[in-house]
């Protein structure tokens, strides 16, 4: 007689770079801009078949245009489920005046903000926080950015690029005090983030390597999700899991998305399509 495998404490769906956009293909790019709301639409199909506690959009729901966010969104009207969404680098190729909108047309609370279900605590970042992009003309954030991508190009840095991000000082402050905080409360912790930090990749944010020291320095982090590698990735370091979710955007026909089945020990991650079925042991 075999043991009935035992259910997991609560799921979540994870999405990563929709990247909508109503404008023709880039077949060289694997870019199919037009097909995501029909991918999306069939991802939620899926979860709404679950139960779910939320499902995480990991950024990049539109690849330029304020008016993409509306055919985009307006897919998350079939979830059944609460709905996580959080910036990636496109979703800032807006005009000017839309930028200090972004984040307020995505639903969120604030621009990085955490919540807890039972003993894990899920943090939710921005990555875009200090970029060329992202802040609004004239903000300080900007020349900053500027200084810290001019620096690591000087060093040859993998990611010195343009369309990477970082941590302002404040942000990273927080994230200290919150994962000092689960620490204390004996809390296990998943963070999201639009940005890859590990393995080493071109995608990976500026800051990457003073962030995993960070993370180093508390035992209640168990995991990193995050996009913007449309290719996927994944590693682990001591007992945190980096996994970066394939891009939805890509390829005409077949979809990419994930269901994580959250334990005491273990998160089991489910892919659908493209995406890669994992076991992430604490």
Same mark, same amino acid.
């Given at each position: 007689?075999?043991?009935?495998?035992?259910?997991?404490?609560?799921?979540?769906?994870?999405?990563?770079?929709?990247?909508y956009?109503d404008i023709?293909? +880039?077949?060289?790019m694997?870019?199919?801009y037009?097909?995501s !709301?029909?991918?999306?639409?069939d991802?939620?199909?899926?979860f709404?078949q679950e139960?779910?506690?939320?499902v995480?959009t990991l950024?990049? =729901?539109?690849d330029?245009?304020?008016e993409?966010?509306?055919a985009? =969104?307006?897919?998350?009207?079939?979830?059944?489920h609460r709905?996580?969404?959080?910036?990636?680098?496109?979703?800032?190729?807006?005009?000017?005046?839309?930028?200090?909108k972004?984040?307020?047309?995505?639903?969120?609370?604030?621009k *990085?903000y955490?919540?807890?279900?039972?003993?894990? +605590?899920?943090?939710?970042?921005d990555g875009?926080?200090?970029s060329t992009?992202?802040?609004?003309?004239g903000d300080?954030?900007?020349?900053l950015?500027k200084?810290r991508?001019e620096?690591l190009?000087?060093?040859?840095?993998?990611?010195?690029?343009? *369309?990477?991000?970082s941590?302002s000082? $404040?942000?990273?402050?927080w994230?200290?005090?919150?994962?000092a905080?689960?620490?204390?409360m004996?809390e296990q912790?998943?963070?999201?983030?639009?940005?890859p930090?590990?393995?080493?990749?071109a995608?990976?944010?500026w800051d990457?390597?003073?962030?995993?020291?960070?993370?180093a320095?508390?035992?209640?982090v168990?995991? *990193?999700?995050?996009?913007?590698n449309?290719?996927?990735?994944?590693?682990?370091?001591?007992?945190?899991?980096?996994? !970066?979710?394939k891009g939805m955007?890509?390829?005409?026909?077949h979809?990419?998305?994930a269901i994580?089945?959250?334990y005491?020990?273990r998160?089991? =991650?489910r892919?659908?399509g493209? $995406?890669?079925?994992?076991? =992430?042991?604490?």
């Amino acid at each position: 007689m075999t043991d009935t495998p035992a259910a997991p404490l609560f799921s979540f769906g994870i999405v990563a770079d929709p990247q909508y956009a109503d404008i023709p293909a +880039r077949p060289e790019m694997n870019r199919f801009y037009a097909e995501s !709301t029909r991918k999306l639409a069939d991802a939620i199909l899926t979860f709404n078949q679950e139960e779910l506690a939320f499902v995480v959009t990991l950024g990049d =729901l539109i690849d330029r245009g304020w008016e993409s966010f509306d055919a985009i =969104l307006g897919c998350y009207d079939q979830l059944n489920h609460r709905s996580i969404l959080l910036p990636g680098n496109h979703d800032f190729a807006v005009e000017q005046e839309h930028l200090p909108k972004v984040h307020e047309r995505l639903g969120m609370p604030a621009k *990085w903000y955490d919540f807890t279900l039972g003993e894990f +605590r899920f943090i939710v970042l921005d990555g875009n926080d200090v970029s060329t992009f992202a802040p609004p003309l004239g903000d300080p954030r900007r020349e900053l950015a500027k200084a810290r991508l001019e620096a690591l190009r000087e060093a040859g840095a993998l990611n010195a690029q343009d *369309w990477n991000g970082s941590f302002s000082d $404040e942000q990273l402050a927080w994230l200290r005090a919150t994962l000092a905080k689960a620490d204390a409360m004996h809390e296990q912790v998943v963070l999201f983030c639009h940005y890859p930090l590990y393995p080493e990749n071109a995608h990976n944010m500026w800051d990457a390597p003073d962030v995993l020291k960070l993370l180093a320095a508390h035992h209640s982090v168990k995991a *990193w999700f995050c996009g913007h590698n449309h290719d996927g990735n994944y590693g682990v370091i001591g007992n945190t899991h980096f996994v !970066t979710i394939k891009g939805m955007v890509d390829t005409l026909d077949h979809n990419t998305f994930a269901i994580a089945d959250v334990y005491v020990d273990r998160i089991s =991650l489910r892919g659908f399509g493209r $995406e890669t079925s994992r076991t =992430l042991v604490f």
